[in-house]
């Protein structure tokens, strides 16, 4: 049996240059936000508490509660609306093809009856309202000519509801069904967001060309707008309004928050301003926000969500962040009495998770930093290594690669491991040699006459064996800083993938490109566990339990399996659809406990018996 006990979330997915939408439930204290596949329901208070939702086919855009916050309604890439409950079993109530391109943005109506999308209509229709139960259409939506990024229903009646986009331009809709009324060109780039008040008396527009203008919400007619004065410098992305309606929280490319007092008459004036860079980092953009009940938070570009306080706006209350990308590697490390794990995803960002609570800290970057590929921990130091072909070495408790200790490998590293009872001793497996290192510094580096894909050394590193493009296994002795090859081992049908040691050494697990697993017996170098055939796509990592009894192996068909060394294979304990879009890191907590990381850009934690 296998069962999951925690999810390390993704961050909401971001884009230079465009914001995010991110939506809340004050019943629950809950936001719900996208990335990939995935729909994220995470707790605000809690935010160890994680749901996903992965049922779309493409990428989701934007999700939002429903009124009651019993329903989400999503939509992704392909202009597809999904309405799910969010209970155990997320029951599909409605699905529609609403739009010919990428949704945008989409609200519910207040009564929970209706729901309007906007999005990319690929030259045709750009938003559309529908009961969400039928997919009625309830009005005509003319009078934009590019993309429409943002949308909102008036949350009191007489209904209304209000668009704007590319085309610069703010509509104004009345009904049902829904007319076009009025059109607003006060804006001189894109209009990123609008939203009405909680009272339905006024409604903002923010754009690009760093403005937001009030508008009227029964009439559409312009009021007033934010004032210059400490304005953003930069362009704004998106907007909140407070629960009381009497303040907008906004964020911006100048890479702060700030929030406004908004009068009776519609103007907006600044009352304070948060700042999110020293560095002034890209990263640092802020690009989401919502004011949601005594919570006001924010997203930056880089997937960083930040609590803020408006007694102390020098610094964000709390700071949590994850990964954003595929995650390409993880490794276990104990740091006094606690657990911690290591995560490094495809755009270089490595993570600290501590088990049990979650996120704990991201390594900071110094420079451009190519990701961590293979990771593993040695000693007190954690090891990567990564695709600009260098080998590092990090103080653990880590906090920067600033602090590391830099080798040039010279080609680019195809595995990592280290022999566990001799620390200091690594193998590096490049394209055709395989570098032996010792205290961080290259000792051997022997060329070999096949493409080496994989390597591993035995605990005491007395001993190594290393996998190769033509589906061999080579086993080397290892004597001070020489390699000798010795036996050669013959099964798999193609490319090795992963290969690795048992803690106590007895026992050597494989993995190949042909979806195939084997279990070899170090001592007579025969198949001890067989027929270990259950992905249906390539194995990108096996790993081992520390007590050696099981071993794990992972796959791009995003399937775990797990396999006690002493029963045949059949008795697998397989964990399906472990991450969306596939699987591709694996390491055991302890004998009962794997962890793993995907393509869905999240870790997760497994008991298994």
């Known amino acids: 049996m296998a069962q999951l006990v925690g999810t390390y979330a993704t961050v909401p997915g971001t884009e230079r240059g465009r914001g995010i939408l991110v939506s809340g439930?004050?019943?629950?204290?809950?936001?719900?936000?996208?990335?990939?596949?995935?729909?994220?329901?995470?707790?605000?208070?809690?935010?160890?508490?994680?749901?996903?939702?992965?049922?779309?086919?493409?990428?989701?855009?934007?999700?939002r509660f429903s009124p009651n916050g019993e329903w989400i309604a999503s939509g992704d890439v392909s202009g597809t609306v999904r309405v799910w409950a969010r209970n155990e079993d997320r029951t599909l109530r409605f699905e529609i093809r609403a739009l010919s391109g990428s949704v945008d943005d989409l609200d519910w109506s207040p009564d929970g009856q209706r729901i309007v999308v906007c999005g990319d209509g690929k030259g045709s229709t750009f938003v559309k309202a529908f009961l969400w139960d039928s997919g009625s259409t309830v009005?005509?939506?003319?009078?934009?000519?590019?993309?429409?990024?943002?949308?909102?229903?008036?949350?009191?009646?007489?209904?209304?509801?209000?668009?704007?986009?590319?085309?610069?331009?703010?509509?104004?809709?009345?009904?049902?069904?829904?007319?076009?009324?009025?059109?607003?060109?006060g804006h001189s780039n894109f209009v990123n967001c609008i939203r009405f008040s909680p009272d339905g008396s006024k409604f903002?527009?923010?754009?690009?060309?760093?403005?937001?203008?009030?508008?009227?919400?029964?009439?559409?007619?312009?009021?007033?707008?934010?004032?210059?004065?400490?304005?953003?410098?930069?362009?704004?992305?998106a907007a909140s309004w407070s629960p009381n309606g009497k303040q907008v929280l906004t964020v911006s490319a100048d890479k702060t928050a700030k929030i406004w007092d908004i009068s009776e008459e519609g103007s907006g004036k600044v009352y304070t301003t948060f700042s999110f860079s020293d560095v002034g980092g890209t990263e640092d953009m802020q690009v989401g926000c919502l004011w949601m009940g005594d919570y006001l938070i924010t997203i930056s570009l880089g997937g960083v969500i930040s609590y803020l306080s408006v007694s102390d706006p020098s610094t964000p209350l709390r700071s949590i962040s994850g990964h954003l990308r595929s995650i390409t590697a993880l490794t276990v490390a104990k740091e006094g009495d606690t657990t911690m794990l290591y995560s490094s995803s495809f755009d270089g960002v490595v993570i600290k998770w501590k088990v049990g609570s979650g996120y704990h800290g991201r390594l900071q970057k110094n420079g451009a930093q190519n990701p961590a590929a293979?990771?593993?921990?040695?000693?007190?130091?954690?090891?990567?290594?990564?695709?600009?072909?260098?080998?590092?070495?990090?103080p653990l408790p880590g906090d920067a690669y600033t602090e590391a200790e830099t080798v040039d490998l010279g080609l680019l590293p195809r595995d990592l491991d280290v022999a566990?009872?001799?620390?200091?001793?690594?193998?590096?497996?490049?394209?055709?040699?395989?570098i032996l290192l010792r205290q961080g510094a290259i000792v051997s580096s022997i060329d070999v006459d096949y493409s080496a894909t994989a390597a591993a050394l035995s605990p005491h590193g007395e001993e190594a064996v290393v996998g190769g493009q033509n589906g061999k296994l080579y086993v080397y002795s290892v004597k001070g800083d020489t390699l000798t090859q010795g036996v050669v081992l013959e099964k798999h049908r193609g490319e090795i993938s992963s290969v690795r040691y048992s803690p106590d050494g007895t026992m050597i697990a494989s993995g190949d490109l042909n979806r195939e697993a084997v279990v070899w017996d170090?001592?007579?170098?025969?198949?001890?566990?067989k027929n270990m055939l259950y992905h249906t796509a390539r194995v990108n990592a096996v790993a081992w339990s520390p007590d050696s009894s099981k071993v794990a192996t992972t796959s791009v068909d995003g399937c775990i399996y797990v396999y006690d060394v002493t029963k045949p294979a059949s008795a697998r304990t397989a964990i399906r659809n472990a991450h969306l879009g596939g699987a591709s890191a694996l390491v055991f907590v302890d004998s009962g406990t794997l962890a793993s990381g995907g393509d869905d850009a999240c870790v997760r934690l497994w008991t298994v018996v």
């Open 25 to 63: 439930d004050p019943k629950s204290g809950s936001i719900v936000y996208c990335n990939g596949r995935s729909v994220i329901i995470r707790s605000l208070k809690d935010p160890s508490k994680v749901e996903v939702y992965g049922e779309h086919g493409y990428a989701v855009t934007v999700a």
């Open 204 to 237: 903002l527009s923010v754009g690009s060309d760093k403005n937001g203008f009030l508008f009227n919400g029964k009439t559409g007619e312009k009021i007033g707008e934010l004032s210059s004065e400490n304005g953003h410098s930069g362009s704004i992305y």
């Open 139 to 185: 009005g005509e939506f003319d009078g934009h000519s590019k993309r429409v990024l943002s949308c909102a229903f008036k949350p009191t009646r007489p209904f209304r509801i209000v668009t704007c986009g590319e085309d610069f331009l703010v509509n104004f809709y009345e009904g049902p069904p829904f007319r076009f009324k009025a059109s607003n060109r």
């Open 374 to 394: 293979f990771m593993t921990v040695q000693g007190s130091d954690l090891i990567t290594t990564g695709l600009d072909n260098k080998f590092r070495r990090v």
């Open 522 to 529: 170090r001592i007579t170098w025969e198949v001890k566990v």
């Open 420 to 434: 566990s009872k001799c620390p200091e001793l690594a193998i590096v497996p490049v394209e055709k040699s395989v």
